[in-house]
């Protein structure tokens, strides 16, 4: 049995040198770099957004200094640069709670330097009012904007009517500019952000099964390693949690999107990517529900009883078939083939199989001890629910424009992976087409 625990682990770990630690940036620095040239991805994505940024600030500086001759131009490459947004919609609506938060600073600001006709105690009445007000929910993330402007109102010259209108004028030239690159150059949609997503989150799921399912069935596990596989439990969790963010903002993308008519054969998967969300969670909310109950049947001091060694070995068996019928559940989400759909059946039969043989097992004991029966019935129904999971059809429709069913899947109300007729729970839906692509 292995005495060493997880946070005596951690707590062994040495800090890396610095000039090892620089070296170990630099060639993560070097590595995206080299993945922003190979491919399509999250890091050139992210160089797309800091050129279109550049480009909207140069664009704007351009018109306000050289064409409008405005006073303060400055202004407008600063706006454009906040609001070449990470999605069009974002852009839009930061853009005007932007305007709103600056119009206020600049309102208020112009009033009390009016007013007063000293800046510095114009400041210290103003500026609390406006960090106050930046606070206000419907300015969003833009109130501290709020509190720039009143300081640029205060400290650039005569805090006049004049001066006022222009500061916004030219606060609108680089928000609009910001707004129309983002709308015009590359608009982006990131479908991909939530395939990459769905697929890190399964994977995590998926091992953390694995990795109990071996423990369970080499029979020598310990309190030390039921709390690294809660552990890895709890960091599928947020790695789904993450997944979910990744999903609103592909939806979040699409709106007002010039570019998402265009990509609507890609666009489709957001059905069987939304459901498949939904399946996930349930999954790994129910091995993090697994591996609490083996972290306390594992400690010598609980009251709940540890499994007995051929019961956890059968329990083994169960989730590494589980694992692999999660595998073949992502699998079909993705390529919504009939290969794909074909392996899924046989692995959900083979895992619900093997928790027919778990639950004959422990029928064929029977114990009339609480502790026990809460135990083994925690595992048999939190084991048979996150199985009959995968049997949920989500929506789904190719590439190619594949149909939809008329399943009961949770919150979906269409077809799904299986197809109609196929395997078990089949005859709750139906999918009338397929598609090949990989979304």
């Not at 590359?186 to 799921?205: I, Q």
């Not at 529900?289 to 009251?303: K, Q, S, Y």
């Not at 079909?332 to 895992?351: I, K």
Request: hydrophobic share 40%.
């Amino acid at each position: 049995m292995r005495a060493r625990s997880s946070w005596h682990a951690h707590g062994m770990a040495k800090t890396p040198h610095p000039l090892e630690a620089l070296r170990a940036e630099a060639r993560s620095v070097a590595g995206a770099v080299r993945r922003a040239c190979a491919g399509p991805g999250r890091e050139r994505d992210l160089a797309a957004q800091s050129l279109k940024a550049a480009l909207a600030a140069l664009v704007a500086w351009i018109v306000a200094s050289r064409v409008l001759h405005a006073p303060m131009a400055f202004i407008a490459p600063w706006a454009a640069v906040a609001l070449v947004r990470s999605t069009v919609y974002r852009s839009l609506t930061e853009s005007l709670e932007q305007l709103a938060a600056i119009a206020l600073g600049t309102t208020l600001a112009t009033a009390a330097g009016t007013a007063l006709g000293d800046p510095t105690l114009a400041m210290a009445l103003v500026l609390p009012v406006v960090l106050l007000l930046g606070n206000w929910r419907r300015l969003g993330d833009q109130g501290v904007y709020g509190a720039t402007a009143a300081l640029f109102t205060l400290t650039t010259g005569d805090p006049g009517v004049e001066q006022g209108v222009a500061r916004l004028l030219e606060t609108g030239l680089g928000a609009a500019v910001g707004v129309a690159v983002n709308l015009l150059v590359r608009p982006p949609v990131y479908l991909r952000d939530s395939r990459n997503a769905l697929r890190t989150a399964s994977g995590a799921v998926s091992a953390c099964l694995s990795s109990v399912a071996r423990g369970l069935g080499g029979g020598s596990w310990d309190h030390g390693d039921a709390r690294e596989w809660d552990e890895q439990a709890r960091r599928a969790v947020e790695l789904v949690g993450g997944a979910r963010s990744a999903l609103a903002r592909t939806e979040e993308s699409t709106r007002l999107n010039p570019a998402a008519p265009g990509r609507a054969h890609l666009l489709r998967h957001g059905g069987p990517y939304a459901h498949a969300l939904y399946v996930l969670e349930e999954v790994a909310r129910y091995t993090r529900d697994l591996t609490h109950t083996l972290m306390e049947a594992a400690d010598n001091g609980a009251v709940r009883p540890r499994p007995e060694d051929d019961v956890a070995v059968r329990y083994g068996a169960l989730l590494e078939r589980a694992a692999a019928a999660l595998e073949a559940y992502r699998r079909v989400v993705e390529e919504d083939s009939g290969p794909a759909r074909s392996r899924l059946r046989r692995a959900v039969a083979d895992a619900e199989a093997a928790h027919g043989d778990l639950h004959r097992l422990l029928a064929d004991r029977g114990t009339a001890d609480p502790e026990w029966m809460g135990l083994y019935g925690s595992l048999l129904v939190d084991a048979h629910r996150a199985v009959r999971l995968l049997l949920e059809e989500p929506p789904h429709g190719g590439p190619d424009g594949g149909g939809r069913g008329s399943g009961e899947g949770p919150g979906t109300g269409r077809g799904g992976p299986l197809g109609a007729g196929s395997g078990p729970g089949a005859g709750r839906g139906s999918a009338r087409g397929s598609g090949t692509g990989d979304g």
